[in-house]
């Protein structure tokens, strides 16, 4: 949201929609019935299954889930160009010539774009002014391990994530558990859960989840 209107990547039906919270009025911003990846305006643009997305209040970023791509949307004009990502890969780069494998969740700090990339067990970065894409954390092999550098930590299909500003969490899908990452130094640690994927109510690594998908902040707290 960008306070006035909701944004929702239509799954299925292939579409970024709008909602305008006062009224309830639902339009298509861009993308159509019929999968594709083409770059083009609006309802001329089409995407295969977007899941993530996230705003800047100018732009709309999405995570192009099958074309392994991260699309932007000029929110004024519904222009939509590819950001970052080609074909299905995980190699760090600049814009197209960079790879992604499933991109699931994706939040910003306003400078950066932070992408769970679900198929290769890893968080990517992207400088949006550049298109340049880096590992932040993650090897590219599933596991749950909690190290500093981020690059030897391991995640297990992470799929929500979002930012404070200063850390980033993530829901770690099929390991059961919500993820810290700390931005400047992308040091990984647990803050909650462990791999029972049950639902028990109690503090950090006692707590348990099964199968957490979304997440969000208030700065404060974490849903």
Not at 7 to 18: A, G, K, M, P, W
Not at 37 to 53: H, L, N, R
Not at 115 to 135: L, P, Q
Request: hydrophobic share 25%; charged share 15%; net charge negative.
């Amino acid at each position: 949201t960008d306070g006035t209107n909701l944004y929702v990547t239509d799954t299925n039906n292939h579409r970024i929609r709008q909602i305008v919270i006062s009224t309830g009025v639902v339009t298509t911003i861009a993308g159509q019935s019929d999968n594709g990846s083409t770059d083009a305006t609006g309802t001329s643009a089409s995407f295969y299954k977007p899941y993530g997305i996230t705003t800047d209040g100018t732009n709309l970023y999405v995570a192009d889930f099958g074309n392994h791509r991260i699309r932007k949307i000029v929110i004024s004009t519904g222009v939509v160009t590819t950001l970052a990502g080609s074909s299905q890969g995980s190699s760090d780069g600049t814009g197209t010539s960079a790879t992604f494998d499933e991109p699931y969740g994706i939040t910003t700090d306003g400078t950066n774009l932070y992408v769970a990339e679900s198929g290769e067990h890893k968080i990517r970065k992207i400088v949006i002014d550049n298109g340049t894409v880096t590992t932040l954390a993650g090897t590219g092999s599933q596991g749950n391990e909690d190290t500093a550098p981020g690059t030897s930590a391991r995640f297990y299909r992470p799929q929500g994530i979002t930012t404070d500003g200063t850390n980033l969490y993530v829901a770690d899908y099929s390991n059961h558990r919500i993820r810290k990452i700390v931005i400047d130094n992308g040091t990984v640690t647990t803050l909650a859960g462990s791999s029972t994927g049950s639902t028990d109510n109690v503090t950090g690594t006692s707590a348990s989840f099964k199968n957490p998908r979304g997440i969000t902040t208030d700065g404060t707290n974490l849903y």
